[in-house]
């Protein structure tokens, strides 16, 4: 199967609206010991299980735990995920789902509320929750899917609550009690409203055989034709026959990782969504080495533009005349506020040549405004702000005056995200 052209054939889906992703336990990341990451729910066994004669190895799934451990229950996955230092949560492909706009409701197939959490730290707007309640026998509420507010919807409650659905039997019930609501209202019933929607299973951890059960509830009919689209790359694989896959139009992508198809479909979904400018008044230069720093500075510039900043971002070849005038014009524009200069020890050792485009044609300007607004009461300077792409300790002393910084940001200084949280009252 070729990842590409699903992920552009989802796009479609994405664009018209009619694409519901269902969303697992596998993007809520945490990291290891050996530098690797692991989702929340093998955390979650690591932190808990300990061996016995009857289960010597940890289980694979999180719904499993209580059968390996009887005392396991509510409380105990409670107090596991409270002593899970906050900035241990690796949360970036929660974040970019959160991100895509055309994304009208989002299913959540775990008890967490990092998703939602991220949503409303990224979007400036109303947000419905819904919470399939087994406790009390109501099940999922009715909904209102006309009055234009995004949803997000807990499929098996979340932690706010001690019933949340944690080992098989509780995720059945809600399964069940999901199945069993009332289906006659096209206006306020979610499985009539799923009906018609393409369903987009991202990273979730079920079983063979209740992954089948889900499928058949969400899509609230018989097997039918529609294309159901699994991604899941958790170490116990589904085990489907190669005819349930062709009889039911199911497509388990394995090819490529959940992270991997994450990033990718984001990306694609980005290009398709319309940009707003959140500050009409503000906007940023990038300036970077294409041939050293490209792959990051392009992410800056993409993580800019999801908060709402118009971003200048160069992808042709630099070289000294080559759209100059366009260059300096936006860095004299009174607008733009901030010139964040990407640096590394590769741009470093280019500085010294005769001819260097960011030193001379970008890093000059910025100081000529600079040295003009110092001696004026109409013009403004601009922030110059270096974000480091590596260890800048071997040549951050060698550095113009201009470039420097009482501030460290950078890949090792907490990324974009502490990169706009100090700086985004420059623009604001």
């Not at 485009?357 to 100081?367: L, M, N, V």
Request: aromatic fraction near 12%.
């Amino acid at each position: 199967m070729n990842i590409d052209s699903v992920i552009d054939n989802l796009i479609h889906k994405y664009t018209s609206g009619n694409l519901i992703p269902i969303i697992g336990c596998e993007l809520f990341k945490v990291p290891t010991e050996q530098g690797n990451s692991i989702n929340i729910h093998e955390y979650i066994i690591r932190e808990s299980f300990y061996p016995s004669e009857e289960w010597p190895e940890p289980p694979a799934l999180l719904s499993e735990l209580p059968l390996a451990i009887p005392e396991f229950d509510y409380n105990s996955l409670l107090g596991c995920y409270k002593l899970l230092n906050e900035k241990k949560k690796r949360l970036k492909f929660l974040t970019q789902l959160a991100n895509l706009k055309y994304f009208k409701i989002f299913l959540i197939a775990n008890v967490f509320k990092e998703f939602e959490t991220e949503f409303r730290k990224n979007n400036n707007e109303e947000v419905e929750i819904y919470k399939n309640d087994t406790i009390t026998m109501h099940g999922l509420p009715s909904i209102n899917f006309n009055n234009g507010l995004r949803k997000i919807i807990y499929l098996f409650d979340n932690l706010d609550s001690p019933l949340c659905a944690i080992n098989d039997e509780e995720l059945l019930e809600s399964m069940y009690s999901l199945a069993n609501s009332p289906k006659h209202s096209s206006d306020n019933s979610l499985l009539s409203y799923l009906q018609n929607k393409t369903l987009l299973f991202i990273g979730c951890d079920f079983p063979d055989l209740f992954m089948r059960y889900c499928i058949r509830v969400l899509s609230n009919n018989p097997f039918s034709s529609r294309p159901i689209y699994i991604v899941n790359d958790h170490p116990t694989k589904l085990k489907y026959q190669e005819f349930f896959f062709a009889k039911h139009n199911i497509k388990l992508i394995h090819t490529s990782p959940v992270d991997d198809f994450v990033d990718k479909f984001y990306q694609k979904a980005l290009k398709k969504e319309e940009f707003k400018n959140k500050y009409e008044n503000s906007q940023i230069f990038i300036s970077y080495s294409k041939s050293h720093d490209l792959v990051v500075a392009k992410s800056l510039y993409h993580k800019f533009r999801e908060q709402g900043v118009v971003t200048y971002f160069d992808e042709e070849t630099q070289t000294i005349g080559s759209h100059e005038n366009e260059i300096k014009d936006y860095i004299m524009n009174p607008k733009t506020k901030m010139l964040l200069s990407v640096i590394s020890e590769g741009l470093f050792n280019t500085l010294s040549s005769d001819l260097n485009y960011i030193r001379d044609i970008e890093w000059y300007s910025a100081k000529a405004r600079n040295d003009v607004a110092a001696h004026s009461n109409i013009h403004k300077k601009i922030n110059i702000v270096p974000y480091f792409v590596d260890n800048e300790r071997n040549y951050i002393d060698k550095l113009p005056e201009l470039i420097k910084s009482e501030f460290r940001f950078g890949e090792n200084h907490g990324g974009f995200d502490r990169l706009f949280s100090e700086t985004k009252n420059i623009i604001a």
